[in-house]
């Protein structure tokens, strides 16, 4: 039999098929090729800086590729990307479906971190001179350090304080009996003291009995105390004054626990040594290092911080990473085994800042909100009650929260509209609100809206403005 030829009508339109062949399928919608765009969460700021990219590309893509113009790239429709190096990045967008593909592109501008001059502020416990302010009386309200207001960034250690003025200068105070003050002594100092005569430092930060700080020139210097390696020079002697870790000039940020140190290259590389029995060095051993050892192999580290057993650190992606000791949940990983190797906080990527405690963590997102997990006996995570918590919960529902410092077991955070805001124990008026009552909700410190930047120490606050 030959074919037989049919006339099928479909929406009007005749189509002519054969019965061998079978009915041909209708024609589908066209498939035009998109129109790339993109909205963003806002176009400057100052790193480590948060972005969220929004896709608003017509004609229905099916996939997406962005160029966020720092070498980092990412599928993902709506990404969140975090800047750790200041520049002018070219962020692309590049569109597909089958019909082709179109690319959009924005400029996001990073600066460098702000520099704001202000006075230093302290407060709490004070029986080493660690406030600052020449006494060893305890403080219930801020004290200023001083009467000078050219100070850019202050850093908390166990029982002392350290902090790096706009002309560069280096400066520390309280406790030294193991020279964590780094000028060459072992006296304590209950007002500031110079760290040699340098005018190059950018950022420091305190440990339990060491310090370490980083120069403009990117170079790194650890001084203190030094049994379990965690001034990274190869020993484990302790140094009076600063001491040059290696030779490179690529650090660009630093975080000391009370036995380890962790730290940032510009590179995006992740590196730590000091004390490692619970896994705090992320380097998926329990052995301890007195030489930085990489933690894994990526380079897309945007900034870290270290509790006293645990280390926490934020991707560029806006993913949050926490390893080490997670006994009360620390780790924020909804279990309470110590991890050695990085593990990441939930799925979300919209993470822009951590911060640690003794034994807890606290973390601002890009949208703002803030977000803690851990230990709570004394309402230090801030949500109300005094139950640990091993997932992150958030610190009320305000979303303009910019900054997150910890300290022993309290927690102090400067808002957008610059107040200070703190949490949790107040036995030595650590909270700095004029009395020494817990708090399991934050509290204002006075009602200043100049607050530039918090510190925790270990029963002490200190604070720029």
């Given amino acids: 039999m030959g074919l037989i030829l049919q006339n099928i009508t479909v929406s009007g339109k005749i189509i002519c098929t054969t019965e061998g062949a ?43 590729l962005w160029d966020f113009g720092d070498g980092i790239n990412s599928t993902d429709q709506n990404p969140v990307h ?52 020449g006494t060893i009386a305890n403080k219930s ?30 400066w520390t105070f309280g406790d030294n009996r193991f020279s964590q003050l780094g000028d060459g002594t072992v006296t304590n100092k209950s007002s500031p003291i110079q760290v040699g005569s340098l005018t190059n430092w950018a950022q420091v930060a305190g440990g339990y009995f060491h310090s370490a700080a980083v120069k403009t020139d990117g170079s790194l210097w650890t001084f203190g105390y030094n049994y379990y390696g965690q001034l990274g020079d190869g020993t484990t002697t302790n140094k ?26 510009t590179d995006g590389s992740l590196w730590t040594f000091g004390d490692n029995a ?86 601002v997102k890009t949208d703002g909100s803030l977000w803690t997990f851990g230990y709570n006996i004394f309402g230090h995570l801030g949500d109300g009650t005094t139950a640990d918590k091993s997932s992150p919960v958030q610190v009320g529902s305000l979303t303009n929260w910019k900054q997150v410092a910890g300290g022993q077991y309290h927690t102090a955070a400067v808002k957008t509209d610059g107040s200070l805001w703190t949490f949790g124990r107040n036995n030595s008026g650590q909270l700095g609100d004029g009395t020494t009552t817990n708090k399991s909700s934050p509290v204002q410190v006075g009602s200043l809206t100049n607050w530039a930047q918090v510190a925790g120490g270990y029963w002490h606050t200190a604070a720029l403005r």
């Avoid at 090729?33 to 590309?57: C, E, N, R, W, Y």
């Avoid at 924005?106 to 001059?117: D, G």
């Avoid at 009076?240 to 290259?265: D, E, M």
């Fill in 22 to 64: 079978g009915i041909a399928t209708p024609p589908g919608p066209t498939v035009v090729v998109p129109v790339a765009s993109f909205t963003k969460s806002t176009g400057t700021g100052d790193v480590p800086f948060g972005v969220t990219f929004t896709d608003t590309s017509t004609n229905t893509p099916t996939s997406w």
């Fill in 82 to 133: 975090t800047y750790s190096v200041a520049g002018t990045y070219n962020v692309t967008l590049t569109a597909t479906n089958s019909a082709g593909s179109n690319t959009s592109a924005a400029q996001v501008v990073v600066a460098s971190v702000m520099v704001v001059a202000g006075g230093v502020w302290t407060c709490g416990y004070n029986g080493f001179g660690q406030l600052g302010d």
């Fill in 141 to 170: 309200s801020p004290v200023q350090v001083g009467s000078l207001t050219n100070w850019k960034q202050v850093a908390g250690g166990l029982l002392h304080t350290a902090a790096v003025k706009t002309d560069g200068s280096l």
């Fill in 240 to 265: 009076s004054s600063p001491v040059r870790i290696g030779t490179l000039t690529n650090w660009s940020q630093i975080a000391c626990a009370s036995h380890h140190t962790a730290a940032v290259k």
């Fill in 278 to 363: 619970n896994g705090q060095l992320g380097d998926g051993t329990i052995t301890n290092k007195s030489s930085p050892v990489q933690v894994g192999t990526l380079t897309n580290w945007a900034q870290v911080a270290a509790g006293v057993i645990h280390t926490a650190a934020v991707k560029t992606d806006g993913s949050l990473w926490t390893f080490g000791r997670n006994n009360i949940g620390q780790l924020g990983d909804g279990t309470t085994t110590n991890k050695s190797s990085p593990v990441q906080v939930g799925s979300l990527t919209n993470w822009a800042q951590v911060a640690c405690g003794y034994l807890h963590t606290a973390a």
